[in-house]
């Protein structure tokens, strides 16, 4: 099992940015991959972004070229960089921790990211 504890979420204005944090800790395999999803209010949960420990990443189309993704290995930590937020990232995100050895998928509280004016 592995825990996560998320950090960085709030409320900002179109335009800004956030860095989101997250902290995996407990059975972490060495092999693993990181990353964000997102829910809006009746919506379903949706891929913002994803990073293998080994360094390769996916976005969703709508975040590329505004968002970025990153890791520290050495302190299980996952981080994502939104820069020109706009009103339609308002959701909940969370973060997620996927392995194929020791634990599976684990899933973060969740933050809130609200985007207004």
């Known amino acids: 099992q592995v825990q996560l504890v998320e950090s960085g979420g709030g409320l900002v204005q179109p335009g800004g940015s956030l860095r989101l944090s997250c902290a995996a800790s407990g059975r972490i395999f060495s092999r693993n991959r990181m990353g964000w999803y997102r829910q809006a209010p009746g919506k379903e949960r949706e891929l913002v972004a994803s990073m293998h420990s080994a360094g390769s990443t996916n976005y969703a189309d709508s975040v590329k070229g505004r968002f970025t993704i990153s890791r520290d290995n050495a302190k299980n930590t996952v981080y994502l960089q939104m820069n020109s937020l706009k009103s339609e990232d308002t959701a909940v995100y969370y973060c997620?921790?996927?392995?194929?050895?020791?634990?599976?998928?684990?899933w973060g509280q969740g933050t809130q990211v609200t985007v207004s004016s």
């Open positions: 997620m921790y996927s392995d194929y050895v020791l634990s599976g998928t684990s």
